[in-house]
């Protein structure tokens, strides 16, 4: 069973910075494009971030663009969004997510309905 485990959330000042990280267990993580996705409580969830295995494309939310990144380490199995230059716009529970899919080696996709499996999720809070 393929498990995902977020850490690295809390509590932040405007313009601070964290690092999200995911951990897979269970699967294939290297065979996986995998994404980070941003809900808060009474909206709908919001794309942020993927990276596909092969060709290690990435992809941004304008809304993250040049403030987010995100990256993969294989060996580990966990992939990572670092966050600058926070804002309190961007608080949420932020959830990562893997898209075993044929296509994943060069997908990098922002839309939800290509991942297969998803984590619990970890909060972010950037006060003002």
């Known amino acids: 069973q393929v498990q995902l485990v977020e850490s690295g959330g809390g509590l932040v000042q405007a313009g601070g910075s964290l690092r999200l990280s995911c951990a897979v267990s269970?699967?294939?993580?290297?065979?996986?494009?995998m994404g980070w996705f941003r809900q808060v409580p009474g909206k709908e969830r919001e794309s942020v971030a993927a990276?596909?295995?092969?060709?290690?494309?990435?992809y941004y939310a304008d809304s993250v663009k040049g403030r987010f990144t995100i990256s993969r380490d294989n060996a580990k199995n966990t992939v990572y969004l670092r966050m600058n230059s926070l804002k309190p716009e961007d608080t949420a529970v932020y959830y990562c997510?893997?898209?075993?899919?044929?296509?994943?080696?060069?997908?990098?996709?922002?839309?939800?309905?290509?991942?297969?499996?998803w984590g619990q999720g970890t909060q972010v809070t950037v006060s003002s």
């Open positions: 997510a893997a898209d075993r899919g044929d296509d994943a080696g060069f997908r990098a996709s922002l839309a939800s309905m290509f991942y297969d499996y």
């Open positions: 269970g699967g294939t993580f290297s065979r996986y494009a």
């Open positions: 990276l596909s295995w092969f060709t290690m494309s990435t």
